[in-house]
Structure formats: structure tokens, C-alpha cells
């Protein structure tokens, strides 16, 4: 199961794996977070260890965190203690404001149980190679298993698996706004947000 997609939408074709809701239009954000099963938050949780002091056990703290799927309990990576979580309603806000200047939700979906989640927005503007009609996106990414950070980047590859994101996340791009999972993660895409809401349109500004 290369893919590794647990819950995705799509709209037009329908991605090689042969999975995920089909849609006619896209979605709006509050739509596709539902559609795309991600509607659900992230705790994070102390992690302990048995203590043997002679015929006696206590449970000790380790120090360390394990971050849950809380409509799940599945446990998603292990975390340190300066790691914060960010919830995938407020990673993906900023596609609120995106949405206002005619770029459309093209997929979004869950990878490996929770782990690594995505949202992908076609640009309202296409260009040519030759004869072909080149589309360009704009990724939203976040992990919950401490492997990663977030960010939003545009893109020319449509994300529709584990693969095709892993592609886009490492493709070269001049625009890329990078979010470390610290205290300040929640403060930083409301920046961004922000940021966005004030460029006409032009998101690429907003990322240098």
C-alpha cells in the first residue's frame, strides 16, 4: 500500500490509486477538512516507565511525549518537550483567505493513520509548455508524528498519495513559508493568514 492514503477528495481525475470522494466542484475549507477525513485534533501526551526499586514499582515520567489522534487514540510519533501541536483546522486556515482570490481546493487527504496530512489548491491561472496547459498549485502540509514541520509552498505536481507529496515536498520552489512545531506555530500561520489577506491575490508574495 505505497499510497499510504487512509481518507482523501478529489476533484476531476480520479487519482491512480483508484481512492478517495469524488467531487464535481470544490469544496470550501470547513467542507473539505469533513470530506477529507481530517476532522479531528491532536493531543499531546506525557509517556512513562516502569520503576523497579527493590519489590517495588512506581511509574516515572520520561521526560518525553507521544502525540494521539484523539477520535482514534492511536498514537501518531514521539515528540519532545518543546514540540507543539497544531490542530489541522487552524494549519489550514490560510486556504480561507486563498480561496477569496480564485484559487479552488483541487485534493486533500490523511497519510498513514494521521501522520502526515495535506490540503493542494489549484492557482486560477494556467501557462503553456509547447502545446500543454501547465497547472500550478499551492500545498498546504503538516505532520503529527514529529518527523517534520509545515509548510505552504506552490507547486507543480498534484498531490494525491504519499509519493506525489513526498515529490512536491522536496521539488524546488521560489516561494515556501516554513513553520517549525514550536510555541509559536499557531502565531506564525496566523501571520501568514494575514500576510495573505493583504496581497491581492498575488500569493506568491506572501511566501518569499
Not at 512536491?168 to 513559508?177: D, F, G, I, P, R
Request: aromatic fraction near 10%; proline fraction near 3%.
Amino acid at each position: 500500500m505505497a499510497h499510504l492514503v487512509e481518507n482523501m477528495f478529489y476533484v476531476g481525475d480520479k487519482p491512480w490509486h483508484g481512492l478517495g470522494t469524488p467531487l464535481e466542484q470544490s469544496p470550501t475549507i470547513e467542507e473539505a477538512l469533513e470530506l477529507a477525513g481530517m476532522n479531528w485534533r491532536v493531543a499531546k501526551r506525557p509517556t512513562f516507565y516502569d520503576k523497579f526499586e527493590g519489590n517495588e514499582m512506581s511509574r516515572k515520567e520520561t521526560g518525553h511525549f507521544v502525540t494521539v489522534r484523539t477520535d482514534t487514540n492511536e498514537p501518531l510519533g514521539n515528540v519532545g518537550t518543546k514540540y507543539e501541536v497544531l490542530d489541522n483546522v487552524d494549519a489550514f486556515r490560510p486556504f480561507e483567505v486563498i480561496a477569496d482570490y480564485g484559487y479552488t481546493l483541487e485534493t486533500a487527504g490523511v497519510i498513514d493513520m494521521g501522520k502526515k496530512v495535506w490540503i493542494l489548491a489549484k492557482t486560477p491561472n494556467t501557462f503553456k509548455v509547447g502545446d500543454d496547459d501547465i497547472k500550478d498549485f499551492i500545498l498546504m502540509y503538516t505532520s503529527h508524528d514529529g518527523s517534520s514541520g509545515s509548510c505552504f509552498r506552490d507547486v507543480n505536481i498534484r498531490v494525491v498519495c504519499n509519493n506525489t507529496l513526498t515529490w512536491a515536498l522536496q521539488s524546488k520552489t521560489q516561494n515556501e513559508y516554513k513553520l517549525r512545531h514550536t510555541s509559536s506555530i499557531k502565531g506564525r500561520v496566523t501571520e501568514l493568514t494575514d500576510n495573505l489577506s493583504k496581497r491581492d491575490g498575488n500569493v506568491g508574495l506572501a511566501i518569499d
